[in-house]
């Protein structure tokens, strides 16, 4: 698997709070540079971004992050806002309090609106792997698959864990055909992306990846 070929999956991500225009900006002018599949920013800097690069970039941004539990109404005007001001594809963090009481039809119910909102635009729902059991894990797979949502994306990055590889071989077993993985969190070597994407991701969110593979700013190949 060459180096570019693993940048196209790439979601080139800065998700810091303290992340300044000038961090952004250095993220999206890499990202143009090494043709990564997105950059994954905080929502306050879409409009920025949009009118700095328009159609040079793919915008991910995040809803109802890094926690999840704020209310259903408040993640769509997130999203909307977000799809308004360009983004194009939207990762949002499930309610997980709501799996923990086993309110298993709010959360389809919540990702279904989210994938209303965003319409052909690209919904990735996060289920935050390191707060689940197996058995949940599973039933998430089947209520993301019911939901008609893009992607499962194991991890916000902010939790007490990240991406696995045994999460991407259950969620194999258990997503509908026509739902992609995305893993995130602590993948950081050239191994654990090639191993995460011939597992099967389609996306791979990281901050690591460009810097990793482009050594020095030298030409990707």
Not at 55 to 82: R, S
Request: with cysteine; glycine share 10%.
């Amino acid at each position: 698997m060459t180096n570019q070929e693993i940048l196209s999956h790439i979601d080139h991500t800065l998700l810091k709070a303290s992340a300044s225009w000038r961090d952004i900006k250095k993220l999206c002018d890499e990202a143009v540079a090494y043709k990564t599949a997105s950059v994954c920013i905080p929502p306050s800097y879409i409009k920025r971004v949009h009118e700095t690069f328009g159609k040079e970039l793919a915008i991910c941004t995040v809803i109802g992050f890094p926690l999840g539990y704020g209310v259903t109404a408040v993640k769509v005007l997130e999203a909307e806002e977000a799809l308004s001001a360009g983004a194009s594809e939207i990762d949002m963090v499930i309610n997980i309090g709501d799996v923990k009481n086993r309110d298993f039809d709010k959360v389809h119910g919540e990702i279904a609106r989210l994938k209303q909102t965003t319409g052909s635009k690209i919904l990735k729902v996060i289920v935050e792997t390191c707060c689940l059991t197996e058995a949940e894990k599973i039933r998430l797979c089947e209520i993301v698959t019911l939901s008609a949502a893009d992607y499962i994306k194991t991890s916000t990055g902010f939790g007490t864990g990240g991406a696995v590889l045994e999460d991407i071989l259950l969620f194999k077993e258990h997503l509908g055909s026509q739902v992609k993985m995305k893993a995130a969190g602590g993948i950081k070597t050239r191994e654990d992306l090639e191993a995460f994407l011939n597992a099967g991701c389609d996306r791979i969110g990281t901050s690591s990846a460009v810097a990793l593979l482009a050594g020095g700013g030298h030409a990707v190949s």
